[in-house]
């Protein structure tokens, strides 16, 4: 009666224990380690989109047999299910990071944003904390980064049993056969998924935070898990059967489809959306491939990688935070991060065997005993975290200045924000001198404010201090912050009203191109023809050639303006307990990411431009190639892009012999 009631009916192979589908999560988690341990595989990010088109199949698959059997879905039995598989394996992983916070990273900052990330991963909304995450400086520092895909999978599971259930509900009281209704509605989500996730992926604003959101939020990876459940339900009730070549050509496909964005995606692939199709559209065609009567063991079945399948959740939790220890503890060093991955393998192994299984098979912990369990280790983690956070506190008796040290900068409070420039103290004055000096752009003329200020004192000069974090004066605007629009089409104005005789710009470019070298896209500015660049070259193109439209253009009204680039970018050498800081007073030019590159092509892009003067910072900063990064054990950097005021001060001489040359004096 239940099974003509569901219209589901018993297919023994497809719900056989799948060696090709382990295969299949070892190619996954090889994707995202070889990704984060190497620069060879530019795009194995993709494998967290493997990943969820199995979870999807998977779960689905189990909720089927269960409403086989029993007629019915138990929603405690199965939360009580996902308690044993995540929770323990993730404890000590999170156990072990906190008690290596301590170690390797230094107290304050960075460990604070430790122990914040461990406890969004405890209560897996890791991925809604990085949504919003206002600073990038210390991501690739962060033990738990990938921990945001366990977030996006558990509230997936919270609430797609609960569906489920309720349209097992709907189909008896109306009548109708489940499984088709289950396929119209899980299709019609998939698809409304996926729609808003290419949308947002391409940065239309139907929310805020848009790239964020596609890549990190739930309802925009819904697709992916979702279309594992639809494959699931396809297969369930269908005996499935063809011939060897078939399989083969399945086979050869769906790989092709993962491991050629594998090799070929990066970080400024518009990701997830249409992109992500490939690997999604490879992982099903590889699930049904493996899904026939007659299947052949098959590539997938290999031994090594259903095995490297089995240990896939450790592996996955292990081997990035031993990937940033060995990073920080060895800078530069590859042998280091090879050692960690090897390590993670066999800390993935040895907890696989002596507890993934122990207390996946521990039936009795259900209910009440597993919400105990999740509450007792809940309990110790958070008690541990406020532990770490007030050794942190401590200092840890170690230099808390380390490498960079925060001052007050003439510029704190000028900075635009929507509608409204800030007037701090400092962000304007009329002097006695006829000169009239204007500074403009992003962050980096924040941090160059002191130097700004203390040039129109020595000229008597009136000032002004305007700049935007993230907001750099570009001919389009950054679409991270509302504000750099606004400051956009307000910047003609501004300057207009203060009628400057000469105008300063400073932007960090880099960040624009490179996108400073983190996680996926932020700082996204749109080519002229409004889409938005594919590769490092379209970026740095459109960068140049957006800057020189802006200072070419009308805002400026033909004054005399000094445009300076971004500083050197200083490498990170903060102090921890395992890492006591060796003092570095300089560093070489190349160090960092691709400065030298865009600021290259600037001075390309302004050269002969009339009024317009390009000043390098490294002309001062970095004698014969190596930059000064202290001076007296004292620091000039406030972080590894802004100079604080001490550095500041130092391109006083050039900026001011500059702004006198172009005023003819």
Not at 514 to 526: E, H, L, V, Y
């Amino acid at each position: 009666m239940v099974r003509n009631w569901l219209n589901i009916k018993s297919v023994n192979g497809s719900l056989d224990f799948r060696k090709d589908i382990q295969g299949l999560r070892g190619i996954a988690v090889g994707l995202v380690v070889l990704e984060h341990a190497t620069p060879v595989i530019s795009g194995g990010y993709i494998g967290v989109d493997v990943f969820f088109v199995i979870s999807g199949f998977v779960i689905t698959q189990l909720l089927l047999r269960e409403m086989q059997s029993r007629g019915s879905i138990s929603l405690v039995t199965f939360y009580s299910r996902r308690v044993r598989r995540l929770v323990p394996a993730l404890v000590i992983v999170l156990t072990f990071s906190l008690v290596g916070s301590v170690l390797v990273l230094s107290p304050g900052l960075e460990q604070d944003k430790t122990v914040s990330a461990a406890l969004a991963s405890l209560f897996f909304v890791a991925n809604l904390r990085y949504i919003l995450e206002g600073g990038y400086f210390f991501l690739q520092a962060d033990p738990f980064r990938h921990l945001w895909s366990l977030g996006v999978e558990e509230q997936f599971y919270f609430f797609y049993p609960i569906l489920i259930v309720g349209l097992v509900r709907f189909s008896r009281e109306r009548r109708m056969q489940f499984a088709n209704l289950s396929l119209i509605v899980l299709g019609v989500l998939t698809a409304a998924s996926f729609i808003s996730a290419s949308l947002l992926a391409e940065g239309y604003r139907l929310l805020p935070l848009p790239t964020r959101m596609s890549f990190f939020g739930t309802p925009f990876r819904l697709w992916e898990l979702m279309a594992g459940g639809i494959l699931a339900f396809a297969l369930f009730d269908r005996k499935i059967k063809f011939g060897l070549m078939t399989q083969i050509l399945g086979w050869s496909a769906g790989l092709a489809l993962i491991l050629f964005p594998a090799f070929t995606y990066d970080s400024f692939t518009v990701f997830p959306g249409v992109a992500a199709l490939a690997p999604v559209v490879g992982t099903l065609i590889l699930i049904w491939a493996g899904s026939s009567y007659a299947a052949a063991a098959g590539p997938l079945s290999w031994k090594p990688l259903t095995y490297i399948g089995d240990i896939s959740y450790g592996l996955y939790l292990w081997h990035w935070p031993l990937i940033v220890y060995s990073e920080r503890l060895f800078p530069g060093n590859s042998l280091a991060i090879l050692i960690a991955v090897v390590i993670s393998l066999g800390a993935s192994a040895v907890q696989w065997r002596l507890v993934e299984i122990r207390f996946r098979n521990k039936s009795d912990v259900i209910g009440r005993k597993a919400l105990k369990f999740f509450g007792f280790a809940a309990t110790s983690l958070v008690v541990l975290s406020i532990t770490v956070f007030a050794l942190s506190r401590t200092g840890l008796g170690l230099d808390l200045r380390a490498q960079f040290e925060p001052m007050p900068r003439a510029s704190d409070g000028c900075s635009f924000e929507t509608r409204t420039t800030a007037a701090g103290s400092n962000c304007s004055d009329e002097g006695r001198g006829p000169v009239r000096m204007i500074l403009v752009g992003d962050s980096q003329a924040g941090a160059l404010a002191d130097a700004f200020v203390l040039v129109a004192k020595e000229l008597e000069a009136s000032y002004k201090v305007v700049y935007g974090n993230s907001c750099p004066v570009h001919a389009r605007p950054n679409e991270l912050r509302d504000s750099c629009s606004d400051q956009n089409k307000e910047l003609a104005g501004i300057v207009r009203a203060f009628r400057p005789s000469i105008i300063v710009v400073a932007n960090a470019s880099d960040l624009y191109v490179t996108r400073g070298g983190f996680g996926k896209p932020d700082a996204r500015i749109r080519r002229a023809d409004g889409s938005i660049p594919r590769n490092y070259g379209e970026a740095l193109e459109n960068w140049v050639s957006g800057v020189r439209e802006v200072l070419e253009s009308d805002w400026r009204e033909n004054t005399p303006l000094l445009y300076v680039q971004m500083i050197p970018v200083a490498p990170t050498q903060t102090e921890s307990l395992l890492r006591r800081r060796q003092q570095r007073s300089t560093f070489l030019i190349d160090e960092g990411f691709d400065r030298n590159v865009v600021t290259a092509a600037e001075r390309i892009e302004l050269s002969g431009l009339s009024e317009i003067t390009v000043l390098d910072p490294a002309e001062v900063l970095c004698p014969d190639n190596r930059c000064l990064l202290s001076i007296n054990g004292k620091s000039l950097y406030s972080d590894a892009y802004h100079l604080n005021p001490r550095g500041a001060k130092l391109l006083v001489p050039r900026i001011l012999d500059s702004i006198l040359a172009m005023i003819g004096n």
